[in-house]
T-cell receptor, first 114, second 114 residues
Framework: GESVGLHLPTLSVQEGDNSIINCAYSNSASDYFIWYKQESGKGPQFIIDIRSNMDKRQGQRVTVLLNKTVKHLSLQIAATQPGDSAVYFCAEMRRTSGTYKYIFGTGTRLKVLA | NAGVTQTPKFQVLKTGQSMTLQCAQDMNHEYMSWYRQDPGMGLRLIHYSVGAGITDQGEVPNGYNVSRSTTEDFPLRLLSAAPSQTSVYFC?????????????FGPGTRLTVT
């Protein structure tokens, strides 16, 4: 199985409830903030991103909130399902000198309880 | 599209051996990158490339070489494997002309160095 995330913070949520996963970022110059989902044994999968000039963005069952004042990013998952169980990473992306620079957080494990 | 593919999925090396991790993408993405993922840590950038013939170092480049002879392929070479290189390696790609930040990740290569 996947050895990543042995010491990750874990959020346990009852199936059907809403989940909120939080992330603090460091670089005020980042252009985008991104959430990835990583299931056991797989590569990270893009969920949703938000540009730095926005406060909120909604996708299908997911909402990302950006609070630039306190450098805080959150991912809200509505009506959490067993398939949402995974490790969730936030990342910052900045365009610089013709390339992209990504910085990843360490991740939060979401466990959905039946 | 196959997306981003990586081979092999698993590899065991002895200290001092060399090998190449393969990565290919069929989305005509200019930007490709290699990350390593260790328990309790976020993805760390090893090397990246913004186009054929152009490569640059990331956060943790020591002990690794890359080349980019074509847009599609971005192999990662371990010159002389060390136990500290035991990790899960991910290749990713994205379009530099895209309007959002999405990186596409491969399924990963789990490397053990004994």
């Amino acid at each position: 199985g996947e050895s990543v995330g042995l010491h990750l913070p874990t959020l346990s949520v009852q199936e059907g409830d809403n989940s909120i996963i939080n992330c603090a970022y460091s670089n005020s110059a980042s252009d985008y903030f991104i959430w990835y989902k990583q299931e056991s044994g797989k590569g990270p999968q893009f969920i949703i991103d938000i540009r730095s000039n926005m406060d909120k963005r909604q996708g299908q069952r997911v909402t990302v909130l950006l609070n630039k004042t306190v450098k805080h990013l959150s991912l809200q998952i509505a009506a959490t399902q067993p398939g949402d169980s995974a490790v969730y990473f936030c990342a910052e992306m900045r365009r610089t000198s013709g390339t992209y620079k990504y910085i990843f957080g360490t991740g939060t494990r979401l466990k959905v309880l039946a | 599209n196959a997306g981003v593919t990586q081979t092999p999925k698993f590899q065991v090396l002895k200290t001092g051996q060399s090998m190449t991790l393969q990565c290919a993408q069929d989305m005509n993405h200019e930007y490709m990158s290699w990350y390593r993922q260790d328990p309790g840590m976020g993805l760390r950038l090893i090397h990246y490339s913004v186009g054929a013939g152009i490569t640059d170092q990331g956060e943790v480049p020591n002990g690794y070489n890359v080349s980019r002879s074509t847009t599609e392929d971005f192999p990662l070479r371990l010159l002389s494997a060390a136990p500290s290189q035991t990790s899960v390696y991910f290749c990713a790609s994205t379009s530099l002309g895209g309007v959002q930040s999405e990186q596409y990740f491969g399924p990963g290569t789990r490397l053990t160095v004994t």
